[in-house]
């Protein structure tokens, strides 16, 4: 059984994408990784294994508590590579991040990127005109717009309430109520309880008007949707696709209940 080695720090770019919902991390925003140990002497792709990184919010989805509670300890966690360049209140998020996978606590909120200051210039001594206020205005605007909740209050109550209802149903219920609207019915009970929760409440996500072969995933941590590729059966092989630009609009459909199983 390999041993696991955990990292956590600040995104450092956009570019990165979440191994489990494959949407891409914000730049500045915690994530949490993993990778598995290998010996000094390993060699070719083993030697260079990179960290499989996730949101903050989807790291707990990434395996289940049997699995967290055999390798992330709690002496594990307590020398997670980042933690302490954190700031403290994001260290203790992540703290409580890990005991929540073991299920140990409910889980915690993911923390907000902190809005990064501008580098003065030279250009910047000179006077501001009331359009480079208005401007510094607009952005300042931008900023705490992208620090925002994805969900609001009422949104995350309703989501929460459906899952609860949805706990008792067994997997093949769920299963059944995630084919009746063309969303996928593999993983793990807890993934399909969110799924179909986040979709009773939302509504449906659409299928990817880009490849129009699979339904769009969305990433509850960033808001944004994504596709998750498919496989070209002529083709025989997996095709990634780019899915929806960032400011498309993208409209869900009502959920359809299934029977007694509603």
Same mark, same amino acid.
């Given at each position: ?7 956590v720090?600040y ?8 191994? &489990?919902?494959?949407?891409?991390? #914000? ?7 993993? /990778? *598995?140990?290998? @010996?000094?002497d390993? $060699? ?11 949101h903050?919010t ?7 508590q049997?699995?967290f ?19 403290d209140?994001?260290?203790?998020a ?16 993911a ?11 030279k250009a ?5 005109? &009331?359009?480079?206020?208005?401007? #510094? ?7 705490? /717009? *992208?620090?925002? @909740?994805?969900?609001? $209050?009422?949104?995350?109550a ?7 209802k949805?706990a ?10 995630l084919?009746?609207?063309?969303l ?19 509504g ?16 509850r941590e960033?808001g944004r ?26 409209k ?11």
């Open positions: 059984m390999p041993a696991f080695i955990f990292e720090e995104a450092k770019s956009g570019r990165s994408g979440c191994k &489990k919902c494959k949407g891409k991390i #914000d730049k500045d925003l915690v994530r949490v990784g993993f /990778k *598995a140990e290998v @010996p000094e390993a $060699e070719g792709s083993a030697a260079h294994m990179g960290c499989s990184w996730h903050f989807c790291f707990g989805q990434a395996k289940g049997a699995w509670k055999k390798h992330l300890t709690a002496e594990a966690a307590e020398a997670v590579a980042g933690l302490d360049a954190l700031k209140e994001d260290r203790t992540v703290n409580t991040l890990f005991r929540a996978c073991r299920g140990e606590v409910p889980m915690p909120a923390p907000a990127a902190a809005p990064q200051e501008a580098t003065p210039t910047s001594k000179k006077r501001k005109s &009331k359009g480079d206020e208005e401007d #510094d205005g607009a952005g300042a605007a931008k900023v705490a /717009k *992208a620090v925002e @909740p994805v969900l609001t $209050e009422s949104q995350a309703a989501i929460a309430e459906a899952e609860a949805l008792s149903k067994n997997a093949a219920a769920l299963g059944a109520m084919a009746q609207n063309g996928p019915k593999a993983g793990r009970k807890d993934e399909l309880v969110k799924r179909a929760a986040e979709s009773q409440v939302l449906v996500p659409p299928v990817c008007d880009v490849c129009e072969k699979k339904k769009l995933l969305w990433s960033t949707f994504s596709c998750p590729g498919f496989f070209d059966d002529e083709a025989k092989v997996f095709k990634r696709c780019k899915g929806p630009s960032a400011g498309a609009e993208v869900r459909t009502p959920w359809e209940s299934v029977g007694l199983l509603a």
